[in-house]
């Protein structure tokens, strides 16, 4: 039994193992950055104190620059350092696989814990990108973990240990701050079902609202100014498909299996969709068949902590403000897997178990298709970086980049890809900082002789007669343009 146990947690820590290295080399061959990347690596530039201030004017709270800071303080800011953070929120998310879950619901569900984790798709990106995703399913993960401990042994160590990883999410997104507050009302309703005293969640909350106290001013600043002017818009059907789908596939349409057509994997997600619609059914059925079976209930549990943050999070967007974001669900993706962990172990007991091995399978397959587009739509993207630079750098190394508002975007991006240059937005009655990015406003065009313009494809800025065009570079719906004087000869 002993060796058996022992063969499990070597098989466990040999996928981690696997999976970190196929991140390491998705960071490796990822040269290239998005905006909200290049968000994070400008912010890196400043002070810790400046971080808070910064953050106060974003719609993020600071914790995970803090960390990276530290991090990269440490290690080195290059990309590949700064990625590799994000890599280890992953790996952090699987250890807690191999401890307190493996304790808790032993060998079986660790292990399809932790392959669920590497399997999913939507994890190559949370261990790569430069944002604080992974490191906030880490964090409502534990917290959601350690707070169905408290429902074995409410003792204040458990305690403890749920409002500390808490915090840690609340100050790490908004919607693991939601995530946090399902939890705490699900263990406040579990006490009371049970007629057990609920001093002590009362207490820990006191704690929590405590230790969240300095950054609530700001939470409502940033709540009002989201209800005033936020880019997120009411789902439409298309958007709530994608949410439904979101981590099996692509973040967004723009970064879609590049290898694969629309067709087939059309026809692959659909199957998936379907698979999971009939083994919730089974699921339910089991449920109502076995209501006493702990570990199913375990499982419902950890769903809902999902389930709850999503119909929140959809309340806020259809009564008050559209805050609904398929990649801020990621927040909560690894309560989602420890729930269909625990249910896919039970299911394997049943007759079902050939449909969940197919859905095992077919999530395999989706996984290894994300993890080669992936490597092909970097290798394109590292191209067109490398276009960009070389264009710009075979110029005049003193010319000012200009942009008009529309394509703000790709002006901070390249005022991080090329950050020795002076870049101007052309914004009139704008008296919006732009931090983190070393950018300035400007009301009108310069009176200088040359100057590259930044536009995007769709952008209507008409260039003043006194210039012309000198040489352009139009990569996808990104235009720079050389622009020179007409009298500067």
């Known amino acids: 039994m002993k060796l058996t146990k022992g063969i499990n947690r070597l098989s466990t820590c040999g996928l981690i193992f696997v999976s970190f290295c196929c991140l390491l080399y998705i960071n490796y061959i990822n040269r290239t950055f998005w905006y909200d990347e290049a968000y994070t690596i400008a912010i890196m530039k400043h002070s810790f104190s400046e971080i808070w201030k910064i953050t106060a004017t974003d719609v993020h709270p600071p914790l995970y620059y803090f960390m990276l800071k530290l991090f990269i303080g440490i290690f080195g800011d290059s990309l590949f350092v700064m990625r590799i953070f994000s890599n280890l929120g992953v790996m952090a998310s699987c250890l807690l696989g191999i401890f307190p879950i493996r304790r808790l619901f032993g060998e079986k569900v660790m292990f399809s814990f932790v392959l669920l984790m590497i399997l999913m798709p939507v994890n190559q990106y949370l261990g790569v990108e430069i944002r604080m995703y992974s490191w906030a399913m880490f964090f409502v993960l534990a917290c959601a973990v350690y707070a169905y401990e408290v429902f074995q042994k409410e003792t204040l160590f458990c305690y403890s240990k749920m409002t500390f990883f808490g915090i840690c999410a609340a100050y790490t997104h908004y919607y693991a701050l939601i995530a946090v507050f399902s939890i705490f009302l699900i263990l406040t309703i579990y006490l009371l079902n049970k007629k057990r005293t609920v001093v002590r969640p009362i207490l820990f909350s006191i704690i929590f609202l405590l230790a969240y106290s300095p950054w609530v001013p700001i939470l409502t600043t940033q709540f009002y100014s989201v209800h005033e002017n936020f880019w997120v818009e009411t789902p439409t059907l298309k958007d709530i498909l994608l949410f439904s789908y979101y981590f099996f596939s692509p973040k967004e349409p723009s970064h879609p299996y590049t290898i694969f057509s629309i067709w087939t994997m059309s026809a692959a997600l659909l199957i998936m969709l379907g698979l999971v619609f ?30 709850s943050t999503i119909m929140i999070t959809f309340a806020i967007t259809f009564l008050i403000k559209p805050i609904s974001v398929p990649r801020y669900t990621s927040c909560m993706l690894g309560a989602l897997i420890l729930g269909i962990a625990i249910y896919g172990v039970e299911l394997y007991k049943t007759k079902a178990k050939p449909i969940a091995i197919s859905g095992l399978i077919l999530l395999s397959m989706l996984s290894i298709a994300r993890f080669f587009s992936e490597k092909a739509y970097y290798i394109s993207q590292n191209k067109k970086f490398t276009e960009v630079a070389a264009f710009v750098e075979s110029k005049d190394k003193s010319l000012k980049m200009i942009a008009p508002l529309e394509a703000y975007p790709t002006l901070a991006e390249l005022s991080v890809l090329l950050s020795k240059k002076e870049f101007l937005l052309f914004s009139p009655d704008d008296n919006t900082t732009y931090l983190p990015f070393e950018i300035k406003t400007i009301e009108m065009l310069p009176n200088i002789s040359e100057f590259f313009f930044v536009q995007t494809a769709n952008d209507s800025t008409v260039i003043p007669g006194k210039y012309r065009i000198k040489s352009k570079l139009q990569l996808d719906k990104i235009i720079i343009s050389q622009i020179e004087a007409k009298n500067s000869n």
Do not use: C, E, W
Request: aromatic letters at 10%; charged letters at 20%; glycine letters at 4%.
């Open 278 to 307: 009939t083994l919730t059914i089974i699921i339910i059925r089991m449920h109502i068949q076995d209501k006493s079976n702990k570990r199913l209930r375990a499982g419902a549990y950890f769903i809902l902590v999902f389930v």
